[in-house]
Nanobody, 117 residues
Framework: QVQLVESGGGSVQPGGSLRLSCAASGLMFSSFVMDWYRQAPGKERELVATITRGGTTNYADSVKGRFTISRDNAKNTVYLQMNSLKPEDTAVYYC???????????WGQGTQVTVSS
C-alpha cells in the first residue's frame, strides 16, 4: 500500500527556517512527480512547489526565492526547505505523489507549520 509520511513541521518565528520531509513507500518513487501543497484555515488548498522525476522544479510566486523543493530517490523522500518564513506561510502542508498520465494520486497526512512572533 502506498504511504506518504510527512515530518518536520512546527512553530517558528518570522524569518526562521524549517525543512519538511515526505517519505514514500509502496511506490516506485523515481517514477512520480512530487508536489507540496498547503492549506491555511478558511482558505483553499494551493500548490506550493513541484519537482518532476527529472528534477525540474516550479514554485508559487508567493514562495519563490524562499522555498526549495528537492528529492532524494535513494531515500524515497521529497523535501521542502523553507527559509525567511512569514506569518502568511502558516498552513498545513501536504505532499502529493502522482504519475502525470494516470488519474490516481497519493497524499500525505499533512504537517502543521506555524509562523508567529
Amino acid at each position: 500500500q502506498v504511504q506518504l509520511v510527512e515530518s518536520g513541521g512546527g512553530s517558528v518565528q518570522p524569518g526562521g527556517s524549517l525543512r519538511l520531509s515526505c517519505a514514500a513507500s509502496g511506490l516506485m518513487f523515481s517514477s512520480f512527480v512530487m508536489d507540496w501543497y498547503r492549506q491555511a484555515p478558511g482558505k483553499e488548498r494551493e500548490l506550493v512547489a513541484t519537482i518532476t522525476r527529472g528534477g525540474t522544479t516550479n514554485y508559487a510566486d508567493s514562495v519563490k526565492g524562499r522555498f526549495t523543493i528537492s528529492r532524494d530517490n535513494a531515500k524515497n523522500t521529497v523535501y521542502l526547505q523553507m527559509n525567511s518564513l512569514k506569518p502568511e506561510d502558516t498552513a498545513v502542508y501536504y505532499c502529493k505523489a502522482y504519475v502525470a498520465s494516470t488519474p490516481t494520486d497519493y497524499w500525505g497526512q499533512g504537517t502543521q507549520v506555524t509562523v508567529s512572533s
